[in-house]
Structure formats: structure tokens, C-alpha cells
């Protein structure tokens, strides 16, 4: 299984950024496809997930209304829309799959990209 994120970058508080990943390798169709983050300093904290077949998503509240998480099944891909960013989003965003019915939880059965960075700063 290979994850590959893009979309990452600078950018000024209160503005915009939208993070891809693409998935391949996938063995099974029942997963669920996410984003934690890690800044500096501080350990890595889960940000959103969503499943499929279903589509149910989860969000940390600290991204609450700020960030929608979609995918587009047909290629394998999972996007981050993130809003109103703050500098506290700033860190190493990573996009997680772990097969199953659970949400990635940053142990050794989920599979890992190798993160884009998002600085928020002005």
C-alpha cells in the first residue's frame, strides 16, 4: 500500500489549502482513509477520517467547521479542504488507511505517506 499527499504549503492565517492524497495498493475495499498531524514539539494527533464503502467522517474539534474531508473512490484519492486556517494547523500532515470499520489510530496496523508540510504564518 503506497500514500502520497501533495497540496501542502505556505500560507497566511485565515486563508485557504487543500491537501490530496493517492492511494494504491489497496487490498481491500472496506477501509477508512484519513489525516493526522504532527508540529513541532508535540505528538501527532488525529485531524479527520472517513470510511468507505460508507462515507461517515470524523473530525477533531479543533478543526471543527474548518476542514472537510472527501474522496473520490473511482481514483483511489482522499482530499483535505481546509479553511480559516490558523497557526496552530501548522505541522506535518500525514494521510493515514488502516482496513477495517475504525478511524486510523497512529498504531502499527495503519499504513502512512510521508507527509506534506502546511506552515501557517504571516
Known amino acids: 500500500l503506497q500514500l502520497v499527499e501533495s497540496g501542502g504549503g505556505l500560507v497566511q492565517p485565515g486563508g485557504s489549502l487543500r491537501l490530496s492524497c493517492a492511494a494504491s495498493g489497496l487490498i481491500w475495499d472496506y477501509y477508512r482513509i484519513g489525516w493526522f498531524r504532527q508540529a513541532p514539539g508535540k505528538e501527532r494527533e488525529a485531524v479527520s477520517c472517513?470510511?468507505?464503502?460508507?462515507?461517515?467522517?470524523y473530525y477533531a474539534d479543533s478543526v471543527k467547521g474548518r476542514f472537510t474531508i472527501s474522496g473520490d473512490n473511482a481514483k483511489n484519492m482522499v482530499y483535505l479542504q481546509m479553511n480559516s486556517l490558523k497557526p496552530e494547523d501548522t505541522g506535518v500532515y500525514y494521510c493515514?488507511?488502516?482496513?477495517?470499520?475504525?478511524?486510523?489510530?497512529?498504531?502499527?496496523?495503519?499504513?502512512w505517506g510521508q507527509g506534506t508540510q502546511v506552515t501557517v504564518s504571516s
Open positions: 493515514v488507511v488502516r482496513y477495517g470499520s475504525n478511524c486510523p489510530r497512529g498504531d502499527p496496523h495503519d499504513y
Open positions: 472517513m470510511g468507505t464503502p460508507d462515507a461517515r467522517t
